[in-house]
């Protein structure tokens, strides 16, 4: 069998006392998208953040296309792009700048060029000039979009990805997400809206205190019935 393009196995996390993640096993395959659900502190943002190689997991073992992320973070980063709740942008910087100084980081190719395609891509194209301190919030996720499309990852990871988005914006998302997917591309993502993680998704995952407790391919899903599951898990 295949080793799937992303594999997480027996991924625990814990601050001081706290646990947060307690045994974590997932596995995705290259170009599938996934959907991960739950309530606040079940443990989504932290998963994230583990993948993403912004914390070290406590345990466990996290392979991303044969990479490992403790031992071959370096080459793990480049792989990755991540939108988080915190857009990781600077303010005093442009929309432009900011693209051409993470492309510069990440030695992006004919930078410029894929800059001013990407904010063309997510809509920002008349607002290249403007520091990103007085863009809107769904402005700032925007460019945090293209900031994580810029090196051209294999793996996309969004945090709630429509906070602050307009009708617009979500569709932005949903045609990114599916141009990434048919290129090959992996996506994980979050949520808090059952109907987005089923239209979206290719499977669905839900965490309760840290732990997988559902788990299912998207395809037949009936939305009543996940309604029901996603309310137990939030108890």
């Known amino acids: 069998m295949d080793t799937p393009f992303l594999a997480i196995t027996g991924l625990k996390k814990s601050f001081e ?8 096993d997932l ?4 170009g599938e998208r996934m959907a991960l659900m739950g309530a606040n502190g079940a443990g989504k943002t932290t998963l994230l953040r583990i993948l993403a190689c912004l914390t070290a997991p406590s345990s466990g073992s ?6 490992e992320i403790v031992r071959d973070a370096q080459q793990v980063r480049r792989l990755v792009g991540f939108v988080a709740h915190q857009p990781y942008l600077y303010d005093e910087l442009t929309a432009l700048e900011n693209l051409l100084f993470f492309g510069k980081m990440y030695t992006v190719k004919d930078v410029r060029e894929r800059a001013e395609l990407l904010l063309r891509k ?8 403007e520091r990103v301190g007085v863009l809107s919030r769904g402005q700032v996720q925007r460019l945090s979009l293209a900031r994580a499309l810029l090196h051209a990852p294999s793996l996309l990871l969004l945090d709630e990805p429509d906070t602050g988005l307009d009708e617009e914006g979500h569709q932005l998302i949903e045609d990114v997400l599916a141009e990434h997917s048919a290129q090959g591309g992996t996506v994980l993502f ?24 559902f788990q299912a391919k998207t395809v037949g ?10 309310q137990e898990v939030l108890r």
């Open 27 to 30: 596995a995705l395959e290259r």
């Open 62 to 67: 996290v392979c991303i296309d044969g990479w």
């Open 190 to 213: 979050t949520t808090h809206q059952l109907e987005r993680a089923l239209k979206l998704g290719d499977s669905l995952v839900m965490l309760g205190k840290g732990r997988v407790v």
């Open 122 to 129: 997510v809509g920002l194209e008349k607002r290249v000039k």
């Open 221 to 230: 899903l009936e939305l009543n019935r996940m309604r029901q599951e996603y």
């Open 17 to 24: 006392i706290k646990s947060v993640l307690r045994g974590i």
